[in-house]
């Protein structure tokens, strides 16, 4: 079998596809088409939640509850999410979208099928996942005065990449998003600033709501990428800030501008070593 072609890297919210699995789960029914417009939530790193919307079929029509990655053996064992026991491209595996309905319905492999994302929804994350980016290279900045010595580690900006070292949970949500950070001894290692920084939540959530202010004011276009249809293919995001064009490893979706993301916002608030950051989007 073929890894699932997607189509939501490119912001489509609706395919013409064909069945190639079908599972009878406990209460529900897990489909596998051959093209997606649905984004999965991915199982390593699962920071955009799954697309929901509808799949139609000559006759019927049901609900697809939030997708979820899939793999599926040389054998035709699906597994889903958690349970995917090899890793990303391992040969004679399919890695595909698994698009979930609440029931039992009479689908056969080969049906023809249309699938639907609920736009409104998708819309939301788009703006929340883009925000997030936002929030994490300006985040980046406002902690450059918070390093004794400058980390090898980059951000797309050339600057200190606190952002990736420090991250441990990230959850992109409607119209947001939720992040984690925990400054350990590695870190501190580093040359992170633990104490003071802590100590300059206020201060620096400030530098990064004004930061964000200026890029949002200055426009600027966000493109998708990809090295090819497939779903585990490498996807991109690319967007124009300050007179360039930043490039960032993503998986998720994106809003097109900077200006529909209208006004982006952070508050950070101390936690167990470290602190959490959550961005809203105020289009
Ligand atoms: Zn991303």
């Known amino acids: 079998m073929e890894h699932t072609r997607v189509s939501f890297v490119l912001g489509h919210l609706e395919e013409q596809a064909r069945v190639l699995l079908t599972q009878p789960a406990t209460d529900s029914t897990l489909i596998v088409t051959d093209l997606s417009p649905f984004h ?5 790193w699962p920071d955009q939640p799954g697309d929901s919307g509808t799949l139609l079929w000559e006759g019927g029509q049901a609900r697809v509850s939030p997708c979820r990655m899939g793999a599926i053996s040389p054998q035709g064992a699906l597994f889903v999410d958690a349970d995917i026991p090899v890793k990303r491209g391992e040969p004679g595996w399919a890695f595909v979208v698994v698009h979930p309905l609440a029931g039992h319905y009479p689908l056969t492999v080969g049906t023809p099928v249309t699938l639907r994302v609920d736009g409104e929804a998708r819309r939301q994350l788009s703006l929340g996942h883009s925000g997030c980016h936002l929030a994490a290279l300006a985040l980046n900045r406002a902690l450059a005065p918070y390093w004794k010595k400058e980390p090898a580690e980059r951000d797309a900006l050339g600057q200190a990449d606190f952002d990736r070292l420090a991250i441990t949970r990230s959850r992109v949500e409607p119209l ?3 992040e984690q950070y925990r400054i350990g001894k590695s870190l ?35 493109e998708r990428s990809r090295d090819g249809e497939a779903i585990i293919d490498s996807r991109w ?47």
């Open 188 to 222: 501190r290692k580093k040359g992170v600033m633990g104490a003071e920084l802590l100590a300059a939540l206020p201060t620096i959530a400030e530098a990064i709501n004004t930061q964000l202010a200026t890029w949002l004011a200055a426009g600027g276009k966000i």
């Open 237 to 283: 995001w690319h967007c124009e800030l300050e007179g360039r064009r930043i490039t960032i490893p993503c998986g998720g979706t994106h809003a097109d501008t900077l200006g529909e993301l209208g006004r982006v916002e952070v508050t950070l608030a101390p936690c167990e070593e470290g602190f959490t950051l959550h961005t809203r989007v105020t289009p």
């Open 40 to 44: 999965p939530q991915s199982h390593l």
């Open 176 to 178: 947001g998003s939720f």
